[in-house]
């Protein structure tokens, strides 16, 4: 069986300067991938390209299949509805709309026997967004927004899931929460792309984790061993400094 | 002064306005785009309507939809030659380029329909009513009415559909919508199909109140400009509002001062309300 996701030759450059260089990456279904290193380092980059995303200007060039198919010529949405979903970076909830009216777009029978979640199966997941349904997007809380933006993405019945820095912002007890609902997620099949700064907090629900540096895949390998990497402790304590 | 009669004309020409002005804000408000075509846009409206009624023998009632449907299609087109400016949001090409299409279309008209006035009379606008010493016509009715509807429609639309929500997600955050799946430019177009087909909607029936000319468009988008800024970019009650409150003060201005500079007092009160309330008179994030 092919991957959920592979990337191949992905390369990313901002008018003339290239800011990402992955020979190859793949991801398995069920898997988590833990995506680490220092501010700067290409990570949202590297989450962003396999959309073909970018709030810039990113030119983006590589093979990107999912499920075994080339999807790197398709616009953004058209990835998205193949079950390829972000969860981007900083703005990732709609502020002028209710926690419900941000959860309403979505795939309720998407037909190709993907698993789908409906608005419940999120409320279910994080109780507290039930609670919130009536609130606007801009009355949340950081850890509500987080958990909004796996909610919204969950509706669109995803295959893989990219996340970037879930936890930033969040207190400690919570980005465990979050994660270990990520780990949860993964039970049921879904495939799990994981940008994360805290290390510790990554390394406990990862499958395999990678470090990039400048661009580039400088380390890769299953969590138990990276957990013990010198080079690993490096870049997680680069992380604590921040 | 007749009191009670310039309540009467301000209220037409406040729905007018705002009748004129409802696809910029739905432009402005969920494509943040502009479109300084907009008057000629208008001015095709009306003319299109009385050929359809004068060349082709329609009845004014199917002279209307075929005169949106003639909108819808130059929005598209518009749009079509937009697309890159627009997924780009470079304002000030948008501006030149929707600036440059008004006087296409003027041209275009003047050659199609000739440079003389017309007068677009439909079965309302030749029927008075006389209540005491007030006096308005049918067709004056009709305006009202149809503002009125199709601003309810569009509250509705907006707020209450799946449509509407997309419209939303792509006026706050583009980027983000194309994340939910959503086709953007799908969007843009349909925005710039709903611009085309409200202001031709306008140009039918607000065209029949005075003689039209190919050359006609200017001051409706200047008026436009003035109601969607005072009403506080892409909200669509406070567009309504600010058009009505135009109306009323063109009306009384016209009466107690003099009907030509209201113009220039419109501009007036706007740079007032700007100065004061820089979001408008229904200043609120987001719009709507
Ligand atoms: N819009 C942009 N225009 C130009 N350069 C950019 C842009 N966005 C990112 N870059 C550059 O690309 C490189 C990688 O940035 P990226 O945002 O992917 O880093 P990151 O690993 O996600 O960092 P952080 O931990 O701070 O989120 C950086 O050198 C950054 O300066
Ligand atoms: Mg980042």
Redesign the interface.
């Known amino acids: 069986m092919s991957p959920v996701l592979e990337l191949a030759d992905l390369s990313v450059r901002y008018g003339g300067n290239r800011v990402l260089d992955i020979g190859a990456l793949s991801l398995g279904q069920g898997e988590v991938v833990g995506v680490v290193g220092a501010n700067g380092a290409g990570k949202s980059t590297l989450v962003n390209a396999a959309l073909g995303w970018s709030r810039g200007a990113a030119k983006v060039s590589g093979r990107i299949a999912l499920c075994g198919r080339d999807i790197s010529r398709m616009p953004v949405q058209k990835r998205v509805g193949e079950g390829l979903c972000l969860i981007p970076e900083g703005k990732l909830i709609f502020g002028t709309m209710t926690v419900e009216e941000n959860l309403a777009e979505g795939e309720d029978e998407p037909g190709d026997g993907r698993r789908t979640y409906g608005v419940d199966d999120v409320y279910a997941l994080f109780p507290r967004l039930k609670e919130r349904r009536g609130h606007l997007g801009s009355q949340l809380s950081g850890g509500e927004r987080q958990m909004l933006g796996i909610g919204r993405a969950l509706r669109l019945a995803p295959l893989a899931l990219l996340l970037d820095e879930p936890s930033i912002g969040l207190a400690p007890k919570l980005v465990v929460t979050v994660l270990e609902t990520v780990r949860e997620l993964c039970a049921d099949g879904l495939s799990v792309l994981l940008v994360e700064q805290n290390v510790k907090a990554a390394i406990a629900v990862v499958d395999r984790m990678i470090l990039l540096e400048r661009g580039r895949i400088v380390l890769e390998g299953p969590a138990a061993e990276m957990k013990d990497n010198p080079r690993i402790a490096e870049a997680y304590l680069g992380a604590q400094k921040r | 002064m007749n009191v009670g009669q310039q309540i009467i004309n301000g209220l037409v020409l406040g729905h007018s306005f705002a009748l004129v002005a409802i696809g910029w804000t739905v432009l402005l408000g969920v494509a943040r785009l502009v479109n300084f075509a907009h008057g000629q846009m208008y001015m095709l409206g009306a003319f299109v309507t009385w050929a359809a009624i004068a060349e082709f023998g329609l009845p004014y009632m199917l002279a209307v939809p075929f005169s949106m449907v003639v909108g819808i299609m130059v929005g598209f087109l518009m749009q079509q030659v937009l697309l890159r400016l627009t997924l780009k949001q470079d304002l000030v090409s948008i501006m030149i380029v929707t600036l440059g299409f008004g006087h296409v279309l003027h041209g275009v008209a003047a050659l199609v329909f000739g440079s003389t006035g017309q007068i677009l009379d439909t079965p309302f606008s030749t029927k008075n009513v006389y209540y005491g010493d007030l006096w308005f016509t049918w067709q004056d009715v009709a305006i009202v009415m149809v503002a009125v509807i199709v601003f309810i429609a569009l509250k509705t639309v907006l707020e209450k559909s ?1 449509l509407g ?2 419209a ?2 792509v ?3 583009p ?2 919508a ?7 430019r799908k969007v843009y177009f349909g925005v710039f199909a709903f611009e085309g087909a409200a202001v031709a909607l306008a140009g039918a029936v607000i065209g029949p109140r005075t003689p039209i000319l190919t050359s006609m468009g200017f001051d409706e988008v200047i008026m436009t400009f003035v109601v969607v800024v005072l009403g506080g970019i892409g909200s669509v009650w406070g567009s309504y509002l600010a058009g009505i409150s135009l109306g009323l003060f063109t009306a009384f201005f016209g009466a107690l001062v003099s009907p030509a500079y209201t113009t220039p007092a419109a501009f007036l009160v706007l740079i007032a309300v700007l100065v004061l309330r820089p979001g408008g008179l229904a200043a609120k ?2 719009g709507h």
């Open positions: 799946r929500r997309i939303r997600m006026a706050e955050d980027k983000l194309l994340l939910g799946g959503i086709d953007v994030p987001g």
